[in-house]
């Protein structure tokens, strides 16, 4: 069975720093691409940052470029999202997915990814 389990997220004001993870399991980590997606009240799923499966390349949502970085850790199937400088337009759910196995290359659309989490809630207050 696959899951993959964000945590991380939380209550932060302004300016603060929170640092998400997802974990997965039930399938190989390792040679899929894989990335952080957000979706707000009423609003759609949107791409926030994607990693290639050997971390060599990252791309990001220009809302979050410069304030966000993507990174993950092969060796212990982990994906991470540090959030810096927060602003009150970040709050969302956050989800990490990943893309069928053997798929390396980001995309920003959500139907391309083939495993998801259940997402975790980050709230920023001005």
């Known amino acids: 069975q696959v899951q993959l389990v964000e945590s991380g997220g939380g209550l932060v004001q302004a300016g603060d720093s929170l640092r998400l993870s997802c974990a997965v399991s039930g399938r190989t980590f390792s040679n899929a691409a894989m990335g952080w997606f957000r979706q707000a009240p009423g609003k759609e799923r949107e791409f926030v940052a994607g990693i290639t499966s050997t971390g060599g390349s990252t791309w990001y949502a220009d809302s979050v470029k410069g304030r966000f970085t993507i990174s993950r850790d092969n060796a212990k199937n982990t994906l991470f999202l540090q959030m810096n400088s927060l602003k009150p337009e970040d709050t969302a759910v956050y989800f990490c997915?990943?893309?069928?196995?053997?798929?390396?290359?980001?995309?920003?659309?959500?139907?391309?990814?083939?495993?998801w989490g259940q997402g975790t809630q980050v709230t920023v207050s001005s």
């Open positions: 997915a990943a893309r069928r196995l053997f798929t390396t290359v980001v995309h920003t659309t959500p139907l391309r990814y083939e495993n």
